[in-house]
């Protein structure tokens, strides 16, 4: 198969699953249902298999999971169970990626661009973009993992971004999701009240929001 038609295979799949999770719901409650019927490292297991399986194939059930694994296993061991599955994730997405789409990226950019980018990724201060990126709630691990899989950095150095940048961001969400339940959804005052009661979580977020908005402005291209 031609890069060509590999790329424009890579994008049909994309647009089918993003239909396809339209499509399929899940009940958190059924499912914290059904795993809470087995051992604790039974049901951590099938956790993250069904994580893996499913967030590939239906992609808005992610929150599903995150929610169910809050309730379910509280928010130390949930953020161990995601960031399992997020790895696992990652390196599935990457290489699906760049098995379908990098030969095709490589062809339209010129050899000269393509190892100026892979140097500018390997340096520290790519890393620590990277690095900020994988950290902060700005941009979708799915999307991020398939991305990286188009660019020259070697799936070595990404994997260290996703093992260590990966579990702040959890955290942050699995530990707000534990200690509100499903009050966060139904009573958005909830959320305020909590991060302006609890400072830990309140600064990390307003850190969150900063590098969000550092972020914003280094990715929008200047003209």
Do not use: C
């Not at 089918?16 to 039974?42: Q, T």
């Not at 950290?135 to 994997?159: C, E, N, Q, W």
């Not at 702040?168 to 530990?175: A, D, F, N, S, T």
């Amino acid at each position: 198969m031609k890069a060509r038609e590999k790329f424009l295979l890579l994008i049909l799949i994309i647009l089918f699953l993003s239909i396809l999770g339209r499509y399929f719901k899940f009940d958190p409650n059924s499912l914290r249902f059904h795993l809470s019927k087995y051992p604790l490292i039974i049901s951590g297991i099938i956790f993250v298999i069904l994580y893996v399986v499913v967030t590939f194939f239906i992609w808005l059930s992610k929150d599903v999971f995150r929610i169910t694994s809050a309730f379910l296993f509280g928010a130390n061991l949930s953020t161990i169970l995601v960031w399992i599955s997020e790895v696992i994730n990652a390196f599935i997405l990457f290489h699906f990626s760049r098995f379908l789409g990098k030969e095709f990226v490589e062809k339209k950019i010129s050899a000269e661009k393509f190892s100026y980018y892979q140097k500018i990724l390997e340096k520290r201060r790519g890393f620590l973009s990277l690095f900020i990126l994988r950290a902060v709630p700005l941009v979708p691990f799915r999307f991020l993992d398939m991305f990286m899989g188009l660019t020259p950095i070697s799936f070595k150095r990404y994997l260290l971004v996703v093992l260590l940048g990966s579990p702040i961001r959890i955290y942050w969400l699995q530990y707000i999701l534990a200690s509100l339940g499903m009050a966060i959804f139904r009573k958005p005052e909830e959320l305020i009240y909590f991060l302006i009661t609890h400072k830990i979580i309140f600064i990390l977020t307003l850190i969150y929001v900063i590098l969000v908005i550092v972020l914003s402005f280094k990715i929008i291209p200047k003209k």
